[in-house]
């Protein structure tokens, strides 16, 4: 069975940081890129970081530069999100998902995980 799992959401205060992580089981990382998307309500889901299959290119949108860094461990099935100098405005449920198309946009993915929330408050 194909699945994805995010973890490491949680509340932090702004300034803080928080690692998440997405765990793959039924098919190997290796041959997709992977993204971390985030929707908070009412808004549209945006592709926040995507990285290439081997990890050589990364993605950022313009918001989390600088404070944001995706890492991938295909030995390890994993990929993770670091996110530090959070702001109240990165507040959302972070989902992750895996594609084979290199531009990181949500219709370019095959795969979701169900989401890790993040919030971010005082």
């Known amino acids: 069975q194909v699945q994805l799992v995010e973890s490491g959401g949680g509340l932090v205060k702004p300034g803080g940081s928080l690692r998440l992580s997405c765990a793959a089981s039924?098919?190997?990382?290796?041959?997709?890129?992977i993204g971390w998307f985030r929707q908070a309500p009412g808004t549209e889901r945006e592709g926040v970081s995507c990285?290439?299959?081997?990890?050589?290119?990364?993605y950022y949108v313009d918001s989390v530069k600088g404070r944001f860094t995706i890492s991938r461990d295909n030995a390890k099935n994993l990929v993770h999100l670091q996110m530090n100098s959070l702001k109240p405005e990165d507040t959302a449920l972070y989902y992750c998902?895996?594609?084979?198309?290199?531009?990181?946009?949500?219709?370019?993915?095959?795969?979701w995980g169900n989401g890790t929330l993040v919030t971010v408050s005082s």
């Open positions: 990285i290439s299959m081997s990890g050589g290119q990364s």
């Open positions: 998902a895996a594609g084979v198309e290199r531009e990181c946009k949500s219709d370019n993915m095959e795969y």
């Open positions: 039924g098919f190997g990382l290796d041959y997709y890129v």
